[in-house]
C-alpha cells in the first residue's frame, strides 16, 4: 500500500478511536487534532526547531521513569486512554520545562501527582530548580483514596515542598515568600472565579521569559478571555493551555 494511503488508515483510525473513546464528537475532533498536532504547536509556540521537540518528546515519552509512571499508576500513554501520560498532557510539562529551565515552579492541585511528578522529573534532569505545591485534598472529582502526591517516587522528591490548604489562602503567602516564579500551573478548582484569581495573581510574580500553564481550560472561558486581554503567544492542546509571559 502507498504510504499515503497508510497515512490516510491511520487517520482514520486514530479519528475513530478519539470517537469511542470520548463519545462526543466536536470534543473528539479537538482531541485528534491535538494529538496530531501538539509536536508543531510547541515548536512554533517556543521557537525551537522540530527536531529539538522530537527529541524531548522521545527523552520522556520512551523513558524509564514513563514506564514506571505506567506501571505504578496503572494509567497508559496510548491515544485512546485520554489519561494524563497522553503525550500532550503530562509529558508537555516535562518538554516545556526542559526548554525553559525554571528555577522557581509553582503548582495547585495536585492529587495522585501525575503534573508534578513530570515537572520534578524535569527539574531533575535540567539539575536545578523547585517544585512548590499547593492541594486542597479530595475536591469533587479529584478524590483519592491515597496520600497528596502518591505518584511522586523518592528520588526526586528532593526539589518538591508542599503545602495543604485552599490556593486562596495559601498562593498569595507563597508568591509574596517567592517573589518571582519562573512557571506556575493551575491543575485546581477549574471555576471560573477560581482560574480568574489565580491567574492573575499569579500573573503579577511571573518573571520574563516565564510560562503559565493551565489544564482543563475548557470548563470555562476565562483561559480565552485572559489570552485575548495580554496578547502574549500562547497555545491549546485539547484541554491544556499555555502561555509565555515575554515581558
Known amino acids: 500500500m502507498p504510504d499515503k494511503g497508510r497515512k490516510g488508515n491511520r487517520m482514520k483510525l486514530?479519528?475513530?478511536n478519539a470517537l469511542i473513546a470520548l463519545g462526543n464528537p466536536l470534543k473528539s475532533l479537538d482531541y485528534t487534532f491535538a494529538y496530531l498536532s501538539y509536536r508543531k504547536k510547541i515548536a512554533r509556540l517556543t521557537g525551537s526547531s522540530?527536531?529539538?521537540?522530537?527529541q524531548l518528546y522521545s527523552e520522556i515519552i520512551d523513558s524509564?521513569?514513563?514506564?514506571?509512571?505506567?506501571?505504578?499508576?496503572?494509567?497508559?500513554?496510548?491515544?485512546?486512554?485520554?489519561?494524563?501520560?497522553?503525550?500532550?498532557?503530562?509529558?508537555?510539562?516535562?518538554?516545556?520545562?526542559?526548554?525553559?529551565?525554571?528555577?522557581?515552579?509553582?503548582?495547585?492541585?495536585?492529587?495522585n501527582?501525575?503534573?508534578s511528578s513530570f515537572i520534578l522529573y524535569?527539574?531533575?534532569t535540567n539539575r536545578k530548580g523547585r517544585l512548590y505545591s499547593i492541594d486542597l485534598?479530595?475536591?469533587p472529582g479529584q478524590e483519592i483514596e491515597k496520600d497528596t502526591g502518591w505518584l511522586i517516587s523518592e528520588n526526586i522528591r528532593g526539589r518538591w515542598e508542599l503545602s495543604l490548604g485552599a490556593s486562596r489562602k495559601n498562593l498569595p503567602l507563597l508568591l509574596e515568600k517567592l517573589r518571582s516564579i519562573d512557571l506556575f500551573y493551575h491543575d485546581s478548582?477549574?471555576?471560573?472565579e477560581n482560574m480568574k484569581f489565580e491567574f492573575e495573581?499569579?500573573?503579577q510574580y511571573l518573571a520574563k521569559a516565564s510560562l503559565l500553564i493551565a489544564d482543563d481550560i475548557t470548563d470555562n472561558s476565562f483561559f480565552d478571555e485572559f489570552t485575548a486581554e495580554k496578547s502574549f503567544k500562547s497555545t491549546k492542546l485539547f484541554k491544556q493551555g499555555i502561555i509565555i509571559k515575554e515581558g
Not at 522540530?50 to 522530537?54: G, L, R, V
Not at 506501571?71 to 485512546?80: A, M, N, P
Not at 478548582?189 to 471560573?192: Q, R, V
Open 122 to 124: 524535569a527539574l531533575e
Open 14 to 16: 486514530t479519528l475513530r
Open 113 to 115: 501527582g501525575y503534573s
Open 189 to 192: 478548582d477549574h471555576s471560573y
Open 137 to 139: 485534598p479530595n475536591q
Open 50 to 54: 522540530m527536531s529539538t521537540i522530537e
Open 64 to 111: 524509564k521513569f514513563m514506564q514506571d509512571m505506567e506501571s505504578r499508576s496503572g494509567s497508559s500513554k496510548e491515544f485512546s486512554h485520554l489519561s494524563m501520560l497522553t503525550p500532550f498532557r503530562a509529558p508537555t510539562l516535562y518538554v516545556m520545562c526542559r526548554i525553559f529551565k525554571p528555577e522557581i515552579v509553582v503548582e495547585t492541585g495536585v492529587a
Open 201 to 203: 495573581l499569579a500573573w
